[in-house]
Every structure is written in structure tokens, then in C-alpha cells.
């Protein structure tokens, strides 16, 4: 965005006197920071981390895939993926498969093990949830989850 964006008529924040640690993007990551440690907590009786949380989650969600695709999915590089799908593996939640029209290709996809799990994780998340949206009503929920919908669809523009 340039400065001439930023300063348009409806315009939130003003360069002038924007502070980053009271805006809207601290205050976001400040919250998805927060639900990550909660989640760690919640989810350690699984031996699972939140990180390897959204991994599972996004392989129950897509299906068996490449990698690549599930790397732009999360937004991990392929480094921090792989060491993640070592650890996954190891725990026996996940499998690497040769796909069978490209057997250059190698496929992830969860286990019989990933997939029983799969209902105790959202389980586990929806505590958290649960837990971070305490005192909220249903309705601000909606408009919560409709704002946020919004400054993704904004994102691309």
C-alpha cells in the first residue's frame, strides 16, 4: 500500500501517528500466538504440538498430496516440512506413498493411527476455542469470524 493509500478518505490508520504495537496486526498475532500455546498445552497429552496440529488437520481436510502443495497450504518451507513430516511419521500419525501415476512423486497421507486421532485433536482445538472466545456471544462471533473473512478477502487486492 502507498502512502497515498494509507492517507485516503476511510482509512484506518494514519502514518503520522500509527503505533504497530496497538494495531490490528500485533493484536492478531499476539492472538494466534496465544491460541498456539493453549493448543500446545491442550494437545499434550497426544505427544502433538500445534505445528504438527495444523499439519494433520490440513492431510485429514485435502487428502493424500505432495509435499509442495501441503507446504503452501501451512506456509512452512520445505525444510521445516520435512522435519516435521519425520517427526509425524515416527509417532505414526502420517505416511510417505510413492504416488503410483509418478513414482517420482511422493505423496503424504494419514495414517490409520492419523485418522482415529484426527476427532480427539478437533476435540482438544475446540476447547481451546472455546476457551479464548469465553464471554462472547454467538452473534459476536459470527461478526468476528465475518471481519476476519474480510481482511482476507482484502489481502488480495
Avoid: H, W
Avoid at 45 to 56: K, N, R
Avoid at 79 to 107: F, P, Y
Amino acid at each position: 500500500m502507498t502512502t497515498k493509500q494509507a492517507t485516503r478518505p476511510g482509512a484506518i490508520y494514519d502514518p503520522k501517528t500509527f503505533e504497530p504495537r496497538r494495531g490490528i496486526g500485533r493484536l492478531l498475532g499476539q492472538v494466534k500466538m496465544a491460541i498456539g500455546a493453549e493448543l500446545d498445552q491442550e494437545l499434550a497429552e497426544f505427544d502433538i504440538t500445534s505445528a504438527q496440529f495444523v499439519i494433520l488437520v490440513s492431510l485429514a481436510e485435502s487428502g493424500p498430496g505432495p509435499t509442495s502443495v501441503l507446504c503452501q497450504s501451512v506456509q512452512y518451507d520445505q525444510g521445516a516440512m520435512t522435519r516435521m513430516i519425520d517427526r509425524l511419521e515416527r509417532k505414526g500419525l502420517v505416511r510417505r506413498a510413492r504416488c503410483v501415476d509418478d513414482r517420482r512423486r511422493v505423496n503424504l497421507e494419514l495414517t490409520a493411527e492419523g485418522k482415529a486421532a484426527y476427532p480427539k485433536l478437533i476435540a482438544a482445538a475446540a476447547i481451546v476455542q472455546n476457551r479464548m472466545l469465553q464471554g462472547f456471544s454467538r452473534v459476536e462471533v459470527d461478526q468476528l469470524e465475518a471481519m476476519l473473512r474480510r481482511m482476507l478477502s482484502n489481502a488480495g487486492t
